[in-house]
């Protein structure tokens, strides 16, 4: 916050404290605290930082208010009153929708709101603006609305401002962080990159860039790695509009400089998103140490001897899943890389059940098992996981509010128009370009990724994997390569799941949605990489036949 505050100018701080995860984080939260629910962190920095925002009369818009918007605003009041710092404080509630959502275990069911509340704390004169659950990108549709007057129907203008807001909400992912082409940059750049700005304008269109003299990157590719990261296909639906990915331009407007331009809108769907966190139950899990020789015997003969330990006990816990990782190395030097690890995961409804019986039938092997037996830590006791779904909901079923500094309430409007959100008719896909002659032309068995950008995420139990290309050729080339049976291929771990492809040629990339591979959602850690950040990067190493033109 400090360096966004003094590194050049701004208009509107915004902060994107929430996911999924945090979600059910906060919702644990809640329910040893009451008063709590919301991102402390917001807090800590707004006590360094507000008496700079006055000074420089810079907006705040959070969403660190979480599951308790309202406390974190009566928070921010003290905070200010305290510090002497003279600051109007409105919030946005009404997403909370978790007593309409009764079960066992329900944590949390919250609504995803757009940007109108925030607007119109903004309009009446909100210094900091602080809500719940809103997405990412009205923390930038809401100050936009509020400084340019756009109708709801401004659908261009706002899907617009969608995408800026889609560019900003992870932060330094789209000035160099996470970026797969990191090593064609001076590294020293990229150690502490700044954060993004976007500059917005009355027409919708937006320029990407970052405070001068802050580290990181802004072009063409980070912004594109970005604009990929957690969507799905040409439709990106939000409750203010749903946005045409396949109508995004870039252009690179400078250095560090990247113009957004040409993004249509439509209306958004007659519905709104509710993220639901639950408890799932309890998890435990035990690492074994494999050294040196007989490497699958030995992961075998434990397997088998835990196996039979956890059939004799009271109850076997109701999810049992190995997993082999095979980072040994032959004629090692050193013992670390001589050794390979074997995971035992657990999960039951009982704590009991995936604590003292998996930690009792771990330990008790540790003289009678295989040679050189050793554990990277003892059990514990077992952990709660949480189980994230989601549910829609008509906008009037919701109460969007804006509460202002004076105590008023402003009711938010469901939206006059809407589209119910379709896939794009077969007869609306986006040609594919010509493909890349091949004929006579040399190729050479070599990693995806030396063509290939990728960024890879989650939603829900689902992960996204978007892949794309610099030039035109290569453009050509992949678009006809990287076919969905390829990507079975490739990542034979989704070979029995279905992917969907999504083709954006005005980036030239490709969007690759595989559904289930995270199970109930990252929360339930259902597999190695449970945010499936890095599944882009597994297939940008995997090897297949590439031009040598390209290469």
């Known amino acids: 916050m400090r360096e966004m505050l003094t590194g050049g100018p701004l208009d509107v701080l915004t902060g994107d404290y929430l996911a999924e995860l945090t979600m059910l984080i906060l919702g644990r939260d809640r329910l040893k605290n009451p008063a709590g629910g919301y991102a402390r962190t917001f807090l800590r920095q707004l006590e360094e930082c507000l008496g700079l925002a006055h000074e420089r009369g810079v907006r705040i818009v959070a969403n660190a208010g979480g599951l308790n918007p309202a406390g974190l605003a009566a928070a921010v009041r003290e905070l200010a009153a305290r510090l002497g710092i003279p600051a109007r404080v409105a919030h ?53 609305v509020a400084h340019f007057g756009w109708a709801p129907d401004a659908y261009d203008r706002l899907a617009g401002a969608v995408v800026a807001g889609h560019v900003l909400e992870c932060g330094t992912q789209a000035t160099g962080g996470n970026y797969a082409f990191f090593t064609e940059h001076d590294p020293a750049r990229l150690r502490h990159p700044g954060f993004p700005v976007a500059e917005l304008h009355e027409d919708g269109t937006s320029v990407i860039t970052k405070h001068d003299g802050t580290g990181g990157v802004v072009d063409l590719g980070t912004v594109t790695a970005q604009l990929l990261y957690e969507t799905a296909g040409a439709r990106y639906a939000g409750p203010d509009v749903t946005a045409r990915l396949d109508s995004v331009r870039l252009t690179q407007d400078g250095p560090d400089r990247v113009r957004v331009d040409g993004v249509r809108g439509e209306a958004p769907p007659p519905t ?154 077969p007869s609306q896909e986006p040609p594919l370009p010509e493909p890349l002659p091949t004929v006579g032309s040399a190729v050479r068995r070599a990693p995806l990724g030396l063509v290939a950008g990728a960024r890879s995420g989650d939603k829900g139990g689902n992960a996204n994997v978007g892949v794309w290309v610099r030039t035109d050729d290569a453009w050509r080339w992949l678009a006809h390569t990287l076919t969905v049976d390829k990507f079975h291929e490739l990542l034979p771990e989704t070979a029995e799941l279905t992917v969907v492809r999504h083709v954006l040629p005005n980036l030239r990339a490709l969007n690759f949605v595989v559904e289930g591979i995270l199970g109930e959602g990252v929360a339930a850690q259902h597999r190695f990489d449970p945010q499936a950040k890095a599944l882009g990067e597994w297939l940008r190493s995997r090897h297949l036949d590439i031009p040598e033109v390209l290469l």
């Not at 978790?98 to 909100?126: D, Q, S």
């Not at 999960?347 to 009678?368: C, K």
């Not at 804006?402 to 006059?416: E, F, M, N």
Request: some cysteine; proline content about 7%; hydrophobic content about 45%.
């Open 92 to 144: 946005v509630e009404g997403d909370d929708l978790t007593a309409r959502h009764p079960g066992p275990g329900n944590l949390a069911a919250h609504a995803y709101l757009g940007g109108e509340g925030i607007a119109a704390c903004l309009r009446e004169g909100a210094d900091i603006v602080v809500t719940g659950r809103v997405t990412d990108a009205a923390l930038v549709t809401g100050p936009a």
């Open 272 to 425: 709104l998103k509710v993220g639901l966190n639950r408890l799932g139950g309890f998890r435990n899990e035990v690492v074994l140490v494999l050294t040196g020789l007989d490497i699958e015997a030995k992961a075998a003969f434990v397997r088998a001897q835990l196996e039979t330990a956890l059939a004799a006990a009271k109850s076997r816990p109701a999810e049992v899943r190995w997993e082999l990782v095979r980072t040994d190395r032959p004629d090692a030097p050193t013992e670390e890389t001589a050794s390979a690890l074997l995971r035992l995961v657990v999960r039951d409804p009982d704590q009991d059940t995936v604590g003292r019986t998996l930690s009792g039938a771990a330990i008790e092997l540790a003289l009678g098992s295989y040679p050189g037996f050793h554990v990277m830590a003892p059990p514990g006791k077992g952990a709660p996981y949480g189980v994230f779904e989601d549910v829609y909901v008509p906008h009037v079923d919701v109460d969007h509010v804006a509460v202002l500094h004076d105590g008023r309430r402003i009711a938010v409007s469901p939206p006059h128009d809407t589209r119910v959100l379709q896939p794009l008719a």
